[in-house]
């Protein structure tokens, strides 16, 4: 027996709306090395290495231009990011396994760099990120600058050993009454850790401030909605028992699990789809052998369970508008399926896992 399903998802209902990020010219400023501040759109394209330069134009249909890190302290798109430069002591040690060294202290280099900001306030936390060496830097208002230092580096006996130097560089700085140790040596060296260590400190100090990594990276969708299939069955030994119940309409329900990945825009995401799906087509048909033919209603009850595990691309068409595709492996569970003859034995259904391709229109309503 074969079983073909198209997959034409006549009718989807979005319970969700979201407004995602494009890779366009978006409101920000930056402010040159005299100190003044330019209005502009800068092109966004959500930056995964720290930029050394970015593209702006000061009207809509103006001409685009190019500002470098030698002629920009600071910049920044509205609502999104925002980069600060600074001229700081950075360590930049691999932290590849394979290319590490000997060395347990921090190898200092002098540097200009825009610094992305992560949290602003009484204290601040920023970030480095250059061909995946993620470094963070740290300034309050009684100290400088100065980098939060974690190192990998080779042992003796030939294992990996640890500097985490940033830990006390946290509990001299960061002191105050909700922060005790136990917080700062179970803070590992990740962002969101050291964000949410950075935002308590500020709310503890009743400072005002801003995380511009505050964003929502997870959705959850219902999706309901109406689906063509269609089934036949074919039997090599008798033509008669190959059967084509032809296209029917059903009704499926289930719901998404969206994880936008933190970059590139969030044009990328990781898609989990659980949906419940049924459907029972009848037909009436010859059935039996070249000797007795006789005709009868012959009914297939189809159930399953289908979880679409891939990937997500979003392409914009405007600040309203965007469609994505994507590419999954669907796991396919059926549920007592079968094909059920008036006058001969059922037939089981049998579903085999598949890859679908999905492309999809998307309007956003503000």
């Known amino acids: 027996m074969k079983m073909r399903k198209q997959l034409l998802i006549l009718l989807i209902f979005i319970s969700t709306i979201n407004i995602y990020g494009q890779t366009s010219f978006e409101k920000g400023y930056f402010i040159n090395n005299t100190g003044k501040k330019t209005e502009c759109l800068i092109k966004n394209i959500d930056w995964k290495d720290n930029p050394i330069d970015f593209k702006y134009k000061l009207l809509e249909n103006g001409k685009i231009e190019n500002a470098t890190i030698e002629s920009v302290q600071e910049f920044g798109i509205y609502n999104k990011s925002k980069y600060n430069r600074f001229k700081v002591n950075?360590?930049?040690s691999s932290k590849n396994i394979t290319d590490l060294t000997t060395v347990k202290k921090a190898v200092f280099v002098e540097k200009t760099l825009f610094l992305k900001v992560l949290v602003e306030g009484k204290a601040n936390l920023y970030f480095h990120d250059n061909n995946n060496l993620i470094t963070f830097l740290f300034k309050t208002e009684t100290s400088d600058i100065?980098?939060?230092?974690?190192?990998?580096?080779?042992?003796?006996?030939?294992?990996?050993g640890y500097t985490k130097e940033y830990q006390q560089q946290l509990w001299l700085n960061l002191k105050c009454s909700s922060i005790p140790i136990n917080l700062i040596k179970n803070?590992?060296?990740?962002?969101?850790?050291?964000?949410?260590l950075f935002v308590k400190y500020n709310e503890c100090e009743n400072s005002e401030f801003t995380n511009y990594e505050k964003k929502d990276l997870f959705n959850f969708t219902i999706r309901p909605g109406i689906r063509s299939s269609s089934l036949s069955m074919t039997n090599n030994s008798s033509e008669l028992r190959s059967l084509d119940f032809g296209n029917t309409l059903s009704f499926q329900a289930g719901f998404e699990l969206e994880f936008i990945m933190p970059f590139n825009n969030n044009k990328w995401a990781l898609i989990l789809e659980p949906t419940i799906q049924s459907f029972k087509p009848e037909i009436t048909s010859n059935i039996g052998t070249i000797d007795f033919v006789v005709e009868e209603k012959v009914i297939?009850?189809?159930?399953?369970?289908?979880?679409?595990i891939g990937f997500r691309h979003?392409?914009?068409?405007?600040?309203?508008?965007?469609?994505?595709?994507?590419a999954s492996y669907v796991l396919d569970f059926n549920t007592s399926?079968?094909?059920?003859?008036?006058?001969?034995?059922?037939?089981?259904i049998r579903q085999s896992n598949y890859l679908a391709l999905v492309i999809s229109i998307k309007t956003n309503i503000a």
Do not use: C, G, M, W
Request: glycine content about 0%; charged content about 30%.
């Open 187 to 196: 803070t590992t060296y990740h962002k969101n850790e050291l964000i949410n």
């Open 337 to 348: 399926s079968k094909i059920d003859f008036q006058t001969q034995n059922d037939e089981e």
């Open 300 to 308: 297939a009850d189809y159930k399953s369970i289908e979880i679409p």
């Open 146 to 160: 100065e980098q939060l230092v974690y190192k990998r580096y080779k042992t003796d006996d030939n294992r990996v």
């Open 90 to 92: 950075i360590d930049l």
């Open 314 to 326: 979003y392409f914009y068409l405007n600040k309203d508008s965007n469609f994505f595709i994507n």
